[in-house]
């Protein structure tokens, strides 16, 4: 039995299925997209399956996830939609709803947030509102855990029962008149495509493209239909869509006039005002920001993070000394025994060490985002984002990429366009990832002992840099184009639940340590074979003549007008491609250093200098195969996946090579050795290219109406700037300085 | 009036949604819909987007989206 869980946005929809459905979820896909698919078996009920859609506000086939939500319950026809309602938000909420109840399954409506709307005084006569919908109404507190036993019991009598919701009329009048004779019009076609007839004859009303194409209706019934919308266009003085929506929500106001009793102002409501009198305010909300994202970054480098990954490796350490005196005094073969410390141990054990930094990290934005934080972030920065041509949407995937770039580049699915989904999939790579760390924190380890924090800020701050740069060009060359609307719900700040949260990590450190014992764990043997023996499959007692020190040569070349030409650099590198933890891992097994050794082997093979070369390029140079893969399903093409590594890779070595020249050159000075003219011409091409960036803003804010917030579309905007050019055409003539007037 | 020209703190009703496509869509979806009282709440810390309240809910939207709001000062709470 297949019960699907719909909903809006914020309503407490994934707190809802942790209820129902425990720690016994499967995550995939929806098929086709990438859109995530949550679902998992109903506690106590193995018959029956809850599956989780996406968030949506309405059915209309704009964003992917309305699509999905649409696709998946006209065609895989669930036995019964649970439809959760957030009691405090009812009026938007019930919109969706009456969409949902067209489709004509069984559906039972779960009212949320119950909890909230009592405390503050308010009330909702349930048995009225489920005569005036026709479906069963299950108040409930999915966070307290109220009501759910009865929501299951509901559900699965109206999905064994086939209770379709009772026909009722949401409307009068011309509207009603309407969709009664477009439902008698196409009712035929509907039944053949398995359309409830309802359904389409609105959808059709609101100019619904996917809907009419599937209709397959013939020129003459299209004909009739749109002379029975002008007739109802005329009678309501209104167009389509807005008759549709404003009938929906006066059915939804007359409904709630009688059934709910608001409180004025809930407490919850009064206190997210508050907050956000400090966290939107005009002037303290940038520097707000700035400390929060500072002391997340603090707290998961600089105390708790590394404080657990250090007693962690101390702990790794132990046991791999533990293990090898067992494995010696046991009489095991030295290839199984090297096998086992200097190729599992070290390298797995090394980046295992790091689990409880990423899993912090993971936290803090998992506590960000279901706070309701994030939106204010999207709010406040929107502006800014827009300069680069995207929406304050986009920094959702982008803070996201802070801690893997799968989920973020997944997370761009709910961006409304296509676009900036792009966009923000190219850039979102430049956000740090959480797997880098595990490489900054053990070279910082060894090189910047001192200023650990501070070099892993730079680092980050050089991604988001680099990040702006390609977003600006790639807005001026790939992606030319408006961004589009900012439509945004922000939503009553809330307290994380314990148990979402929970839930979460559980399946971030699973997600983690899967990947340890697979990829990581593959790789380390592979490079532990490639090292261990030469071409001819004979053991070698030094590395350096070993399968891999060949092929590490082959490229290191590359790497030497960066300043570290060692084959053991090189071949880390290479690793990195699988996942960015194993070029730890590499080092690792080549120095034969476990976790606490490594610095000091890494110090042999690295300059300060080199070494923080060395993690510029790593910060930048190409996802791991997971994101491409992902980078490759969601825009569609192997070809700009591809592209996506190339570019990433080349812009690594650019900036790296950049970096290095401007460390010599600072070195150099200090130490008075002399300047290569190479350095002179760099710096020569950096300040050129300084000033040409700057006399392009320049010219461009003179030039075009960048500036101006009147041009909604495009040729209004050509009509202004028409006017503004003849404008300073004339104060040209009078020897006036208008053109530096402002327009609006 | 548009919805941008509205001050903040100050209620009005809404009168039509002009624009197209998406963006229209999305609007009445959220309820921006005639006869809908809204309220200005706040301006982003950058001057752009904008805070409003409607329907005991918070929704964002740019000032050029707002423009296509007409609405009329309505201060009956």
Same mark, same amino acid.
């Given at each position: 039995?297949?019960?699907?869980?719909?909903?809006?946005?914020?309503?407490?929809?994934?707190?809802?299925?942790?209820?129902?459905?425990?720690?016994?979820?499967?995550?995939?896909?929806?098929?086709?997209?990438?859109?995530?698919?949550?679902?998992?078996?109903?506690?106590?009920?193995?018959?029956?399956?809850?599956?989780?859609?996406?968030?949506?506000?309405?059915?209309?086939?704009?964003?992917?996830?309305?699509?999905?939500?649409?696709?998946?319950?006209?065609?895989?026809?669930?036995?019964?939609?649970?439809?959760?309602?957030?009691?405090?938000?009812?009026?938007?909420?019930?919109?969706?709803?009456?969409?949902?109840?067209?489709?004509?399954?069984?559906?039972?409506?779960?009212?949320?947030?119950?909890?909230?709307?009592?405390?503050?005084?308010?009330?909702?006569?349930?048995?009225?509102?489920?005569?005036?919908?026709?479906?069963?109404?299950?108040?409930?507190?999915?966070?307290?855990?109220?009501?759910?036993?009865?929501?299951?019991?509901?559900?699965?009598?109206?999905?064994?029962?086939?209770?379709?919701?009772?026909?009722?009329?949401?409307?009068?009048?011309?509207?009603?008149?309407?969709?009664?004779?477009?439902?008698?019009?196409?009712?035929?076609?509907?039944?053949?495509?398995?359309?409830?007839?309802?359904?389409?004859?609105?959808?059709?009303?609101?100019?619904?493209?996917?809907?009419?194409?599937?209709?397959?209706?013939?020129?003459?019934?299209?004909?009739?239909?749109?002379?029975?919308?002008?007739?109802?266009?005329?009678? &309501?003085?209104?167009?389509?869509? !807005?008759?549709?929506? $404003?009938?929906?929500?006066?059915? =939804? @106001? +007359? /409904?709630?006039?009688? #059934?709910?009793?608001?409180?004025?102002?809930?407490?919850?409501?009064?206190?997210?005002?508050?907050?956000?009198?400090?966290?939107?305010?005009?002037?303290?909300?940038?520097?707000?920001?700035?400390?929060?994202?500072?002391?997340?970054?603090?707290? &998961?480098?600089?105390?708790?993070? !590394?404080?657990?990954? $250090?007693?962690?490796?101390?702990? =790794? @350490? +132990? /046991?791999?000394?533990? #293990?090898?005196?067992?494995?010696?005094?046991?009489?095991?073969?030295?290839?199984?025994?090297?096998?086992?410390?200097?190729?599992?141990?070290?390298?797995?054990?090394?980046?295992?060490?790091?689990?409880?930094?990423?899993?912090?990290?993971?936290?803090?934005?998992?506590?960000?985002?279901?706070?309701?934080?994030?939106?204010?972030?999207?709010?406040?920065?929107?502006?800014?984002?827009?300069?680069?041509?995207?929406?304050?949407?986009?920094?959702?995937?982008?803070?996201?990429?802070?801690?893997?770039?799968?989920?973020?580049?997944?997370?761009?699915?709910?961006?409304?366009?296509?676009?900036?989904?792009?966009?923000?999939?190219?850039?979102?790579?430049?956000?740090?990832?959480?797997?880098?760390?595990?490489?900054?924190?053990?070279?910082?380890?060894?090189?910047?002992?001192?200023?650990?924090?501070?070099?892993?800020?730079?680092?980050?701050?050089?991604?988001?840099?680099?990040?702006?740069?390609?977003?600006?060009?790639?807005?001026?060359?790939?992606?030319?184009?408006?961004?589009?609307?900012?439509?945004?719900?922000?939503?009553?700040?809330?307290?994380?639940?314990?148990?979402?949260?929970?839930?979460?990590?559980?399946?971030?450190?699973?997600?983690?340590?899967?990947?340890?014992?697979?990829?990581?764990?593959?790789?380390?043997?592979?490079?532990?074979?490639?090292?261990?023996?030469d071409v001819r499959i004979n053991p070698v007692a030094d590395s350096a003549r070993s399968m891999l020190a060949a092929i590490g040569r082959l490229i290191s070349p590359v790497f030497a007008p960066l300043g570290f030409n060692d084959w053991k650099?090189?071949?880390?590198?290479?690793?990195?491609?699988?996942?960015?933890?194993?070029?730890?891992?590499?080092?690792?097994?080549?120095?034969?250093?476990?976790?606490?050794?490594?610095?000091?082997?890494?110090?042999?093979?690295?300059?300060?200098?080199?070494?923080?070369?060395?993690?510029?390029?790593?910060?930048?140079?190409?996802?791991?195969?997971?994101?491409?893969?992902?980078?490759?399903?969601?825009?569609?093409?192997?070809?700009?996946?591809?592209?996506?590594?190339?570019?990433?890779?080349?812009?690594?070595?650019?900036?790296?090579?950049?970096?290095?020249?401007?460390?010599?050159?600072?070195?150099?000075?200090?130490?008075?050795?002399?300047?290569?003219?190479?350095?002179?011409?760099?710096?020569?091409?950096?300040?050129?290219?300084?000033?040409?960036?700057?006399?392009?803003?320049?010219?461009?804010?003179?030039?075009?109406?960048?500036?101006?917030?009147?041009?909604?579309?495009?040729?209004?905007?050509?009509?202004?700037?028409?006017?503004?050019?003849?404008?300073?055409?004339?104060?040209?003539?009078?020897?006036?300085?208008?053109?530096?007037?402002?327009?609006? | 009036?548009?919805?941008?020209?509205?001050?903040?703190?100050?209620?009005?009703?809404?009168?039509?949604?002009?624009?197209?496509?998406?963006?229209?869509?999305?609007?009445?979806?959220?309820?921006?819909?005639?006869?809908?009282?809204?309220?200005?709440?706040?301006?982003?810390?950058?001057?752009?987007?904008?805070?409003?309240?409607?329907?005991?809910?918070?929704?964002?939207?740019?000032?050029?989206?707002?423009?296509?709001?007409?609405?009329?000062?309505?201060?009956?709470?």
């Open positions: 039995m297949m019960i699907a869980l719909a909903g809006n946005q914020n309503c407490g929809k994934t707190t809802l299925f942790n209820q129902l459905t425990g720690s016994n979820q499967h995550v995939g896909n929806f098929p086709g997209v990438t859109v995530e698919r949550k679902e998992g078996v109903i506690r106590g009920h193995k018959e029956a399956t809850v599956v989780d859609l996406p968030g949506i506000y309405s059915l209309s086939p704009y964003s992917k996830d309305e699509i999905v939500t649409r696709d998946y319950i006209l065609n895989q026809h669930p036995d019964a939609i649970i439809n959760i309602v957030d009691a405090m938000n009812i009026e938007r909420n019930l919109y969706l709803s009456m969409q949902l109840i067209s489709l004509g399954i069984p559906m039972v409506i779960a009212l949320n947030m119950m909890d909230e709307m009592r405390s503050n005084g308010g009330t909702i006569k349930i048995e009225d509102m489920e005569k005036v919908l026709g479906v069963p109404v299950i108040p409930i507190s999915a966070s307290k855990n109220e009501g759910i036993d009865e929501l299951i019991e509901t559900v699965l009598t109206v999905a064994k029962q086939r209770k379709k919701p009772v026909a009722q009329d949401f409307c009068e009048g011309a509207v009603h008149r309407t969709i009664n004779a477009v439902n008698h019009l196409i009712e035929d076609h509907a039944e053949r495509i398995k359309i409830p007839p309802m359904f389409a004859a609105t959808k059709l009303i609101e100019r619904d493209q996917p809907i009419e194409n599937a209709l397959e209706l013939n020129q003459h019934e299209l004909h009739t239909i749109s002379e029975c919308i002008e007739e109802m266009e005329k009678e &309501t003085d209104t167009d389509r869509k !807005s008759a549709i929506a $404003d009938m929906r929500y006066c059915f =939804i @106001d +007359k /409904l709630c006039g009688n #059934t709910v009793v608001k409180p004025t102002e809930s407490k919850q409501h009064r206190r997210s005002i508050r907050i956000d009198n400090i966290l939107t305010d005009k002037y303290l909300a940038i520097p707000v920001f700035l400390g929060i994202m500072g002391l997340i970054f603090y707290l &998961t480098f600089g105390v708790i993070g !590394s404080t657990l990954s $250090d007693l962690l490796a101390v702990g =790794i @350490d +132990k /046991l791999s000394a533990l #293990t090898a005196a067992w494995l010696v005094q046991a009489g095991v073969n030295p290839v199984v025994r090297s096998l086992l410390i200097d190729g599992v141990f070290a390298g797995v054990g090394t980046v295992l060490s790091f689990v409880p930094t990423i899993i912090v990290m993971f936290l803090f934005l998992s506590l960000l985002e279901d706070s309701g934080y994030m939106t204010r972030i999207a709010f406040v920065m929107d502006k800014l984002l827009r300069k680069i041509g995207l929406s304050g949407r986009s920094i959702v995937p982008m803070l996201v990429g802070f801690g893997c770039s799968v989920p973020a580049v997944m997370a761009t699915r709910t961006l409304p366009s296509d676009r900036d989904r792009k966009m923000t999939i190219l850039l979102t790579p430049y956000m740090s990832c959480s797997a880098k760390l595990t490489i900054y924190g053990m070279f910082t380890m060894a090189f910047f002992p001192q200023h650990r924090a501070l070099v892993m800020i730079v680092l980050y701050a050089l991604g988001i840099c680099v990040g702006i740069i390609a977003g600006l060009i790639i807005n001026k060359t790939l992606y030319k184009g408006n961004p589009v609307p900012f439509v945004m719900e922000l939503p009553n700040y809330r307290l994380p639940s314990l148990k979402t949260t929970g839930l979460l990590l559980w399946e971030k450190t699973k997600d983690f340590l899967s990947r340890a014992f697979t990829v990581i764990f593959l790789a380390t043997l592979a490079i532990w074979f490639l090292q261990s023996f650099a090189s071949t880390a590198l290479l690793t990195g491609f699988a996942a960015k933890e194993t070029v730890i891992s590499t080092f690792a097994v080549l120095t034969g250093a476990g976790a606490s050794a490594l610095p000091a082997a890494l110090s042999a093979m690295f300059t300060p200098v080199t070494a923080f070369v060395f993690l510029v390029f790593t910060l930048l140079y190409t996802p791991c195969v997971a994101t491409i893969s992902v980078v490759k399903r969601e825009m569609g093409s192997g070809l700009k996946a591809l592209g996506v590594v190339v570019m990433q890779t080349g812009v690594a070595w650019a900036v790296a090579f950049v970096v290095y020249r401007v460390c010599l050159l600072f070195t150099g000075w200090r130490g008075g050795a002399a300047l290569h003219a190479l350095d002179f011409i760099l710096l020569g091409a950096v300040a050129a290219a300084a000033v040409l960036t700057a006399v392009h803003a320049g010219r461009h804010r003179g030039r075009h109406c960048s500036g101006c917030s009147a041009c909604g579309d495009e040729a209004v905007c050509a009509a202004q700037c028409g006017r503004r050019h003849a404008r300073r055409g004339q104060g040209r003539g009078r020897g006036h300085r208008q053109e530096n007037r402002p327009v609006d | 009036m548009t919805l941008n020209n509205l001050p903040v703190g100050k209620r009005a009703r809404i009168l039509a949604v002009r624009g197209e496509g998406a963006l229209r869509d999305r609007l009445l979806d959220m309820g921006l819909t005639p006869h809908t009282q809204v309220m200005i709440r706040k301006i982003a810390p950058m001057g752009d987007p904008i805070e409003l309240t409607l329907r005991g809910y918070e929704l964002t939207l740019r000032i050029d989206d707002a423009q296509k709001i007409d609405v009329e000062e309505d201060d009956r709470a």
